[in-house]
Each structure stands twice: as structure tokens, then as C-alpha cells.
């Protein structure tokens, strides 16, 4: 089973290194490198998504849409040219309080569906 092939909520760290990866290699052409090394980026993808013993601060779902949202926003340079989630944890930032919201956003959009269809099968 591939990342792909997982739901984003049954991702791990080990999902998330192989996504930044490939992702990485895809947007900007260049291989991708972790800020201080993979263990130390898999400490910091640990404490967004959670380990087996313990749950994380954000999960997959918020963690996934804050590295694409940085992937969108992130112009390449000759100085620098790929980003890391190292990177984006200490510049980018901003984009989880974006990515917080979008999703609960599209929560609260998905139950207003869910009790719309419930109050409409009771018309019948």
C-alpha cells in the first residue's frame, strides 16, 4: 500500500517524509532535503501528527493541508531551490492557521449537508 493509496487520516510519519519526498522532487525538480536531518524531521512530523502511544498536536488531515499550502505558496530561487518541512514549520506558519481553518470548514460544511439530508427524509 502506497500513500496514495492510504486515507490521509491513517498517515504516519514515515507517509509523510515518503509524500514531502516525492512531492518535493515532482514541484521543484530538485531532491529533497530535511532541515537537520530525516530523524529530526521525523520528531517534528511526530509532534504535528502523533506517534502509535501518542496523539498529535494538529493530525494528518490539518498537517497534510498546511505542507500543501506551503508547497503552493513556495517560490524556488537559485539560492534556495526547495523548500522542507523544517522550513515551513519556522517561516511558513501562517499557513496553519489557514490550513486549521479550511478544515473546519469544510467539518462544519459536511455536517449542514449531512443534517439537511437527514431533516429532508423526513418529508417523505
Sequence with gaps: MTTTDKPVSKWN?????????????????????PMRGYQAEAGMLGRW?????????????????????????????????????????KWMGRNLQRAVAEIKAEAAAQQRREQQAEIGDDFY
Design 13 to 33: 510519519v514515515r507517509d509523510f517524509q515518503s509524500y514531502l519526498k516525492a512531492e518535493h522532487e515532482r514541484l521543484y525538480g530538485v531532491p529533497y532535503v
Design 49 to 89: 501528527v502523533g506517534t502509535k502511544r501518542k496523539p498529535g498536536e494538529y493530525g494528518p488531515e490539518v498537517t497534510k493541508r498546511f505542507i500543501d499550502l506551503c508547497f503552493a505558496e513556495y517560490r524556488p530561487n537559485p539560492q534556495y531551490p526547495g523548500v522542507s518541512f523544517g522550513f515551513m514549520q
